[in-house]
């Protein structure tokens, strides 16, 4: 069974910093893109930031230049560096991974981030 497991999120004042990490196990982790979504709470899940499998990167408009994501093949991790945090940053943040031949698909079970003086 694949599992991927977020950790890293919490309470942080407006402009402090956290990294998101997303551990994954059971799957070929170099094989898979890596993407991370958030959902607020009454709105629809939405992507924030992906890397694929060759370490390319694409981020939404609304984190570009305060969010970076990265991946280690050789830990099997994923992560996400956010700075200069907003309140509207405040939602669940979830790992999904993808299978970049097969297309399968895998998501954690969230890691909560509240932005908040």
């Known amino acids: 069974q694949v599992q991927l497991v977020e950790s890293g999120g919490g309470l942080v004042q407006p402009g402090g910093s956290l990294r998101l990490s997303c551990a994954a196990s059971r799957l070929f982790f170099s094989m898979y893109h890596m993407n991370w979504y958030r959902q607020a709470p009454g709105k629809q899940r939405e992507l924030v930031a992906a890397?694929?499998?060759?370490?390319?990167?694409n981020y939404a408009d609304s984190v570009k230049g305060r969010f970076t994501i990265s991946r280690d093949n050789a830990k099997n991790t994923a992560y996400l560096q956010m700075n200069s945090l907003k309140a509207e940053d405040t939602a669940v943040y979830y790992c999904n991974a993808i299978n970049a031949r097969t297309g399968d698909d895998y998501w954690g079970q969230g890691t909560q981030v509240t932005v908040s003086s």
């Open positions: 890397i694929g499998t060759s370490s390319l990167t």
